[in-house]
């Protein structure tokens, strides 16, 4: 744990909008290490992306409230000053957006936006130093005829092209940590394979860490070791991605994975889908916010729907999971799902 | 980007052609007899004919236009032997209720509203621009509160109602200057600036409000933009991705319209120089209306269309130059 680079703690987020309180994120702590690729799932609204664009910084400053630490090689990033949020912006911590098509600005060359990342942390660089690093980059990230390229606009390459246009704006100044929101769900199967892959190789160039916030559990699968399930703004699954995968400790897991185990009858393993929809977190559920869609919930008893679970450790794997299921019944439910 | 600017002129030519046409043909529909325009209440029959044939407005509307059209690139003499008079290319015809070629009462009148248009154009955008990109930083605040309503205030007011205001409330009532009085710039600086303080702040006023709009709600509207996000989680500087994130995109549609104002405008301020009596092209236009002074209306629609015309094809040209995509597609 000594050796973590990012580490939250009860790391909590709200948004003051005219239909009330929206509370994002909810006592978020987790830690990511140097080299470490940690997957963040969740279905859209679980808090994911806040709790990224959080440790950058970047919630609007006029309605959001953040509480908690994110303690970046040894700076909170919650609670320094811009100056030394912005000195590390780009530097010790880089981002890749969803939407490639909307994350370059159209104005300006691609070459332009590449220099100018690096420009802003190397303020002595030349000109010609400049040029030089955005060539590298761009061969680096796989750009046909860097050359005649780099003096093109975005509109002018394909979705694809345009992510790793993104990503060289990421790494141009070799950060320790990349936070990746949903960086392959804009674009086609294939291409979403290519970005993955270079994100992978430029990973093992300098040990960076990398945050995958992703709702596609195949990536989960392939690219990384860690993974926090997010529901209704709160982890409620930390484990390893083998032990997530073979023995999901969460109902919420149980639903995501496909096939859901019951405690009454067994039904052979088909296809479901989690019931329901996901909670308003202007108005979340009492006790556990993933109570309503539960199917054990009503098994469990009145606890989850007035008590809010703690993470706890779960058996020997390892994983820990928010639930009030006792560790027994989430193990013998959890290694049904695997089967 | 040779060909293209090319194209949107000759296209312009050709428009300002089909204005001209229907302008022509309107005016000649208009139930008043220019020649019998041209002289006095008591006109001898015999006068007013001969002054028809003078002007040509004995022979059919289509050939008028054509001896119009001529005009403008020839030049056009009026009468035959001693009472021969001609109006030098480009000629927009003649006022017989003024004695003059239009197109040097055009010259007389155009610097006025031009020194206006100018004035007024550059405080309106400076103050439209930065009271909207205020509001757009400090969004919710007060001085948003406060700049969307003088913008909300300032887009209802008519013009000479302020105009009037201003003109009361400065001169009349506080006495802080005297009452306006145009004089040319090369001949008397105070007082061409005397005269005309008060209209171009009425006119930046009223326009500034619908460019803090505007400019509030491009700025707000790149500000949600993943390219905005992308530029902070760079680690760029505030004033950096205001100035080439959040201002550049919103630039785009403020240019556009920008453009459209000032040359509407160029075309002749027709309430503000009535009300502040300046001796522009819109008060002209106003006295040929009153007193069916063809020539002139035809004259001064012919060069307000020039103006609009000009004003397209110059965004047109903006366009391309401020959005590299609109360049690479054409």
Redesign the interface.
Same mark, same amino acid.
């Given at each position: 744990m000594t050796s973590s680079l990012l580490s939250v703690t009860d790391l909590n987020v709200s948004f003051d909008t005219p239909d009330g309180v929206v509370r994002a994120v909810s006592d978020v702590s987790f830690t990511v290490s140097a080299g470490e690729t940690l997957g963040i799932v969740g279905e859209s609204g679980s808090g994911k992306s806040v709790t990224a664009?959080s440790i950058?910084r *970047?919630n609007s400053s006029?309605n959001a409230t953040t509480t908690g630490s994110a303690v970046l090689a040894g700076t909170d990033m919650l609670t320094c000053s811009d100056a030394e949020v912005?000195?590390?912006?780009?530097?010790e911590v880089?981002?890749v957006? %969803?939407?490639p098509l909307?994350? *370059?600005?159209? &104005?300006?060359t691609v070459g332009r936006q590449i220099g100018?990342?690096y420009q802003?942390?190397h303020p002595d660089a030349s000109k010609a130093e400049v040029r030089e690093r955005v060539m590298d980059m761009l061969t680096k990230v796989g750009i046909p005829h860097p050359e005649q390229r780099v003096d093109e &606009?975005p509109? %002018?390459f394909s979705g694809g092209m345009r992510q790793r246009i993104?990503i060289a704006?990421a790494l141009v100044n070799s950060p320790k940590l990349l936070i990746a929101d949903e960086p392959t769900t804009a674009l086609d199967v294939t291409v979403q394979a290519q970005i993955l892959d270079l994100m992978l190789s430029l990973q093992a160039e300098n040990k960076m860490a990398i945050i995958l916030i992703t709702h596609d559990l195949g990536v989960v699968a392939e690219v990384a070791q860690n993974v926090l399930v997010m529901y209704g703004g709160r982890i409620v699954e930390r484990a390893s991605v083998d032990a997530l995968f073979d023995a999901p400790t969460h109902p919420y897991a149980w639903g995501l994975l496909g096939a859901v185990g019951s405690l009454d009858h067994n039904k052979r393993g088909e296809l479901r889908t989690v019931i329901g929809t996901p909670p308003s977190l202007i108005t979340l559920p009492p006790g556990c916010s993933f109570a309503p869609r539960c199917e054990y919930a009503h098994s469990v008893g009145s606890v989850c729907t007035t008590t809010v679970p703690m993470l706890r450790n779960i058996g020997h794997l390892g994983s820990f999971s928010a639930c009030h299921m006792s560790d027994e019944q989430i193990i013998q439910i959890g290694s049904k799902v695997r089967a | 980007m040779l060909v293209f600017i090319t194209r949107r002129l000759l296209f312009a030519v050709g428009l300002l052609l089909a204005v001209s046409l229907f302008t022509y043909l309107l005016f000649s529909m208009l139930p008043a007899d220019p020649a019998a325009l041209t002289c006095g209440k008591n006109c001898k029959p015999d006068l007013i004919e001969a002054n028809r044939v003078r002007l040509g407005y004995d022979k059919p509307v289509l050939e008028q236009y054509w001896l119009f059209l001529k005009g403008i690139f020839a030049g056009r003499t009026y009468g035959t032997g001693a009472t021969a008079f001609t109006c030098p290319a480009p000629s927009l015809g003649y006022s017989f209720s003024q004695h003059e070629c239009v197109t040097t009462m055009i010259a007389n009148t155009f610097p006025v509203t031009a020194y206006l248009s100018i004035g007024a154009f550059v405080l309106w955008m400076l103050l439209g621009i930065s009271l909207g990109s205020v509001a757009a930083l400090k969004r919710g605040k007060w001085q948003d509160r406060l700049a969307t309503t003088f913008s909300a205030v300032g887009v209802s007011l008519p013009t000479f109602y302020i105009g009037l205001l201003v003109l009361f409330t400065v001169v009349i009532w506080l006495g802080l200057m005297p009452f306006p009085h145009y004089e040319s710039p090369f001949e008397n600086i105070v007082g061409f600036f005397n005269a005309l303080i008060l209209p171009w702040l009425t006119l930046a006023v009223l326009s500034a409000a619908s460019y803090t709009r505007l400019t509030r709600n491009g700025m707000l509207e790149a500000m949600n933009e993943d390219f905005v996000r992308l530029g902070i989680a760079k680690g760029l500087k505030r004033g950096v991705i205001l100035r080439r994130y959040v201002l550049r995109s919103a630039l785009v549609p403020i240019v556009t319209i920008a453009g459209l104002d000032f040359a509407a405008l160029l075309g002749g301020a027709i309430i503000t120089e009535s009300v502040f009596s300046l001796p522009g092209m819109g008060r002209m236009s106003i006295r040929a209306v009153v007193e069916s002074d063809l020539p002139v209306l035809v004259g001064t629609t012919m060069v307000a269309a020039l103006f609009i015309v000009l004003a397209n094809v110059v965004v047109d040209i903006l366009y391309g130059v401020l959005d590299p995509r609109v360049r690479t597609k054409s």
């Amino acid at each position: 744990m000594t050796s973590s680079l990012l580490s939250v703690t009860d790391l909590n987020v709200s948004f003051d909008t005219p239909d009330g309180v929206v509370r994002a994120v909810s006592d978020v702590s987790f830690t990511v290490s140097a080299g470490e690729t940690l997957g963040i799932v969740g279905e859209s609204g679980s808090g994911k992306s806040v709790t990224a664009s959080s440790i950058l910084r *970047l919630n609007s400053s006029t309605n959001a409230t953040t509480t908690g630490s994110a303690v970046l090689a040894g700076t909170d990033m919650l609670t320094c000053s811009d100056a030394e949020v912005r000195a590390r912006r780009g530097s010790e911590v880089a981002m890749v957006f %969803q939407d490639p098509l909307s994350a *370059l600005n159209p &104005y300006y060359t691609v070459g332009r936006q590449i220099g100018e990342a690096y420009q802003v942390h190397h303020p002595d660089a030349s000109k010609a130093e400049v040029r030089e690093r955005v060539m590298d980059m761009l061969t680096k990230v796989g750009i046909p005829h860097p050359e005649q390229r780099v003096d093109e &606009y975005p509109h %002018q390459f394909s979705g694809g092209m345009r992510q790793r246009i993104v990503i060289a704006i990421a790494l141009v100044n070799s950060p320790k940590l990349l936070i990746a929101d949903e960086p392959t769900t804009a674009l086609d199967v294939t291409v979403q394979a290519q970005i993955l892959d270079l994100m992978l190789s430029l990973q093992a160039e300098n040990k960076m860490a990398i945050i995958l916030i992703t709702h596609d559990l195949g990536v989960v699968a392939e690219v990384a070791q860690n993974v926090l399930v997010m529901y209704g703004g709160r982890i409620v699954e930390r484990a390893s991605v083998d032990a997530l995968f073979d023995a999901p400790t969460h109902p919420y897991a149980w639903g995501l994975l496909g096939a859901v185990g019951s405690l009454d009858h067994n039904k052979r393993g088909e296809l479901r889908t989690v019931i329901g929809t996901p909670p308003s977190l202007i108005t979340l559920p009492p006790g556990c916010s993933f109570a309503p869609r539960c199917e054990y919930a009503h098994s469990v008893g009145s606890v989850c729907t007035t008590t809010v679970p703690m993470l706890r450790n779960i058996g020997h794997l390892g994983s820990f999971s928010a639930c009030h299921m006792s560790d027994e019944q989430i193990i013998q439910i959890g290694s049904k799902v695997r089967a | 980007m040779l060909v293209f600017i090319t194209r949107r002129l000759l296209f312009a030519v050709g428009l300002l052609l089909a204005v001209s046409l229907f302008t022509y043909l309107l005016f000649s529909m208009l139930p008043a007899d220019p020649a019998a325009l041209t002289c006095g209440k008591n006109c001898k029959p015999d006068l007013i004919e001969a002054n028809r044939v003078r002007l040509g407005y004995d022979k059919p509307v289509l050939e008028q236009y054509w001896l119009f059209l001529k005009g403008i690139f020839a030049g056009r003499t009026y009468g035959t032997g001693a009472t021969a008079f001609t109006c030098p290319a480009p000629s927009l015809g003649y006022s017989f209720s003024q004695h003059e070629c239009v197109t040097t009462m055009i010259a007389n009148t155009f610097p006025v509203t031009a020194y206006l248009s100018i004035g007024a154009f550059v405080l309106w955008m400076l103050l439209g621009i930065s009271l909207g990109s205020v509001a757009a930083l400090k969004r919710g605040k007060w001085q948003d509160r406060l700049a969307t309503t003088f913008s909300a205030v300032g887009v209802s007011l008519p013009t000479f109602y302020i105009g009037l205001l201003v003109l009361f409330t400065v001169v009349i009532w506080l006495g802080l200057m005297p009452f306006p009085h145009y004089e040319s710039p090369f001949e008397n600086i105070v007082g061409f600036f005397n005269a005309l303080i008060l209209p171009w702040l009425t006119l930046a006023v009223l326009s500034a409000a619908s460019y803090t709009r505007l400019t509030r709600n491009g700025m707000l509207e790149a500000m949600n933009e993943d390219f905005v996000r992308l530029g902070i989680a760079k680690g760029l500087k505030r004033g950096v991705i205001l100035r080439r994130y959040v201002l550049r995109s919103a630039l785009v549609p403020i240019v556009t319209i920008a453009g459209l104002d000032f040359a509407a405008l160029l075309g002749g301020a027709i309430i503000t120089e009535s009300v502040f009596s300046l001796p522009g092209m819109g008060r002209m236009s106003i006295r040929a209306v009153v007193e069916s002074d063809l020539p002139v209306l035809v004259g001064t629609t012919m060069v307000a269309a020039l103006f609009i015309v000009l004003a397209n094809v110059v965004v047109d040209i903006l366009y391309g130059v401020l959005d590299p995509r609109v360049r690479t597609k054409s």
